[in-house]
């Protein structure tokens, strides 16, 4: 029970500043539904049954157990702010491919990994935390090239400008309907 209990105050402390990340760029109706999945008995319990006190994610224990995570599947399934969502059998080269994310979910995946980074880090986190964990797994992540240079686009912003900065300009380009990279 004890387990069960972190996880749920991990996921909704989580859930919370993403929400707040989301109204500062802008989709704060889409922060509302933000990882609404993870309450679900899939993902949940599993959550749950791996917590590790909120130092990593569960789903990366229970990879180690089984060779693949049950709960991650079920989430990038359901949760556009994934670049793992967005991947597709292209009938023209007959091979799965990375397709480019709408400006919205890139937005959301940003305000997550934000959140996340600050909620994993604790009092280690600054302003680089995210795009350092982006750049981490660079060479071997299956995503779209112009979703990835987006995104990096907007990490990078942050590690230089800081956060005030960044979600004005996010603000901006949601409000005004302008490209991620100008």
């Known amino acids: 029970m004890k387990k069960a209990w972190g996880h749920f105050r991990t996921i909704t402390k989580h ?29 949940f319990i599993p959550g749950a049954k791996y917590y590790q006190g909120g130092k990593r994610s569960p789903n990366e224990s229970e990879r180690e157990t089984y060779g693949y995570s049950r709960a991650w599947l079920h989430h990038k399934g359901r949760n556009r ?57 660079k060479k071997t992540r299956f995503i779209n090239q112009e979703t990835s240079d987006e ?14 900065a960044t979600f004005a300009y996010i603000k901006d380009l949601i409000k005004n309907d302008k490209p991620i990279i100008q």
């Open 15 to 43: 859930r919370h500043k993403v929400i707040a990340n989301c109204f500062r760029a802008g989709i704060f109706w889409q922060g509302l539904r933000h990882d609404l999945s993870k309450y679900s008995p899939t993902e």
């Open 81 to 137: 702010h994934h670049f793992e969502f967005w991947t597709d059998y292209n009938p023209k080269t007959k091979k799965l491919e990375a397709v480019k994310m709408p400006k919205r979910f890139v937005v959301e995946m940003f305000c997550d990994r934000v959140a996340a980074s600050k909620i994993y880090m604790k009092e280690n986190y600054n302003d680089a935390s995210p795009l350092g964990y982006f750049e981490k797994s």
């Open 151 to 164: 995104i990096e686009f907007l990490l990078t912003k942050l590690s230089k400008d800081g956060e005030k």
